[in-house]
């Protein structure tokens, strides 16, 4: 599956038009190809359906979720929502991505209005995990202002040389011999001459593709009609503004001439009528001054107005009128197809077609993007529909978080507390509480676990008292009703410490017949995609065997969420490199880990930068099918994992969620201390997950 961003290095370049060539290319080598305008871009001047994605859908036939309104994506962003924005065209994208073997996203246009474009187009193609295709045009005869606006728009993605960035359009070249413009770029231009781009397309100019209908005049104009003729068919190749004699007026109507003149000008309207009766096909007449011309010079030029000459009248007067004429969207317009096919036959013709249809069956690894891992994580928590229990049922944040599971249909949640507590708390933090929202006073329930508690406990000798006593505590008792299939899985961790948390589980749950070991993994949302860290928060000094274990566990984490596993097993030195007890640890949970699970990429050990840096992982580890491209790091020990996970998430600013636990028959999941609402509801919708993939 691949996704190709098209984003334009200024305005006026013709992106439509390229995205609409692109598209056929690809159509017509057979590639089931999907269009996405994500974000609506529409002209003060235009109404009714979003442009691009209506000429796609009459020329070629595809369908795309609605465009996201403009002004609704100015509040998002002007508020700092852009991951909730990100998220929202993450669901869009998400919706096609069965029906498609490729998908072209037409990025934002630059304006004078919308100063955040840039950043909206590099969110998109972290986000979609998308493929740049760079589109420009000559626009002058400068190839180094041509040069430096393609390097500085690739800078936004990366930069030339990072493999996303795959080549550049460049549309509307007026140099008379393609050939030659192509060398002569390549020499401005470093990135093309070396391979890094790649020159997808030198599309030549061809004026009449830029030749509005008449009726697109009049539709701009609010012009009132007095002679429709062919308004429809006949296209405006030149405009002039008739204020010269007749005699010197009578050379200029040439077929495809719009004459704007006085209304009053009944000499020129005559001449004009003359021109059409003698087979040159004006574009049409645009009366002005609000005056309506003479009935008899209509009637003499009543053979004209049969023949489809169009005549239309305005209140502006001719200076304004041809002013407003000049502001006419060259863009084509929704419902003008013969333009956009003629457009796309022209762009697919001078595309390099052979090297599209081979991208797009080029094998690559594919990243989860932040706001694709939440959107994810979100749905796939609603379809698993889990009843989840929390422990810590009268703490605000967590009676926040419930409220939201529960009107979002992320979880059905349980809150342990009474429900008099709840609803004071509720009230002082502004919180409603939905309806379904499920509160058990822990003394109504309490008695009912405790003699399936002394059988969990008999050989601990646990006694009937003592069983009613650590039931007291509210997370042994939501460990219990986990224990009885009461609830599906259990998030605690609010006020409560980890081990406050774990314990109970490990008593109660044990661990999942294939483990033994309990272990935690931290999702790390990083800028371009999602990795697992394992293990930070449980096991201080694993064994190697231990070890292989944390590494499988993580492996069937990632898998769970999404997550191609590729597993680096983190040292201080990278293959044969270092000796010493340590790297040799890690050199043996390799091994066991392999041996464990043949099927899956593991490798070690390997420093953190060449697992994590393409470049570094190819000199350091050139045969390993893991360096460079690692999504699932587990680390030698606690001090290191913790360390690590936590440096990245304070210096690079990165979200982290988690820690969530692995290795238990059923989900329990710790949070941290200072755990923000979101976290919360993140770890809900993990742990409902996991109860989902456990079944």
Known sequence: ????????????????????????????????????????????????????????????GTQQPQPLALSHVEHMVGNGLIDELMEEIVSMHQSMLSQYDVIIVEGMTPSRQANYVERINASLAKTLDAEVILVSAQQSDNLDEISDRIESQAQLFGGTKDPKVLGVVINKVTNPSLNGFA?????????LRKGDLHLIGCIPAKEELNAPRTADYAKFLKASLLNSGEIEQRRVQKVILCSRTVANIVPLLQPGVLVVVPGDRDDIILAASLAEMNGIPLAGLILTGGYEPNKSIMEMGKSALKGGLPVMWVTTGSYD?????????????????????????????????????????????????????????????QAAAKRIVLPEGNEPRTIQAAAICQERGIANCVLIAKREEVEAIAKAQGITLPAGLE???????????????????????????????????????????????????????????????????????????????????????LPDQVVVYADCAVNPDPNAEQLAEIALQSA??????????????????????????????????????????????????????????????????????????????????LNTGNTTYKAVQRSANVISVGPMLQGLRKPVNDLSRGALVEDIVFTIALTAIQAASQD
Request: charged content about 20%; proline content about 6%.
């Open 1 to 60: 599956m691949h996704t190709f961003l098209l984003s334009p290095t200024g305005f006026g370049v013709g992106l439509t038009s390229v995205s609409l060539g692109i598209v056929q290319a690809l159509l017509s080598s057979g590639i089931k190809v999907g269009f996405l305008k994500p974000i609506a871009q529409p002209h003060p001047s235009e109404s009714g359906p979003e442009r691009a994605s209506e000429l796609m859908m009459r020329v070629h």
């Open 183 to 191: 060398e002569k770029l390549k020499s401005h231009l470093p990135a």
């Open 321 to 381: 009128t041809a002013y407003q004429v000049t502001r006419l969207p060259r863009a084509i317009p929704e419902n003008d197809l013969e333009r956009a096919k003629t457009t796309s036959e022209h762009i697919t013709a001078h595309l390099d077609k052979n090297w599209l249809v081979t991208r797009c069956s080029t094998v690559r690894q594919a990243l989860l993007s932040p706001p694709a891992f939440r959107y994810q994580l979100v749905k796939r928590a």
């Open 439 to 525: 509160i058990i006073d822990p003394d109504s329930v309490r008695e009912k676990y405790v003699s399936p508690m002394v059988e969990l406990r008999k050989s601990r000798g646990v006694t009937t008292e003592q069983a009613r006593e650590f039931l007291g505590d509210t997370v042994v008792l939501g460990t219990m009703m986990l224990a009885e299939d009461d609830v599906d899985g259990l998030v605690s961790g609010a006020v409560h410490t980890t081990a406050d948390t774990i314990r109970p589980a490990l008593q109660l749950i044990k661990t999942a017949p294939e483990f033994s070991l309990v272990s935690s993994v931290f999702f790390m949302l």
């Open 556 to 637: 069937a984490s990632a898998a769970a969420f999404g997550i191609e596993p590729k597993i680096a097993m983190i040292s201080y030195s990278t293959g044969s490199s270092g000796t010493g007890d340590h790297v040799e640890k890690v050199r043996e949970a390799t091994r066991i880990a392999k041996e464990r699970a043949p099927h899956l990429a593991i490798d070690g050990p390997l420093q953190y930068d060449a697992a994590s840096v393409e470049s570094i992982g190819r000199s350091k580890a050139p045969d390993s099918a893991v360096a460079g491209r690692a999504t699932v790091f587990i680390f030698p020990d």
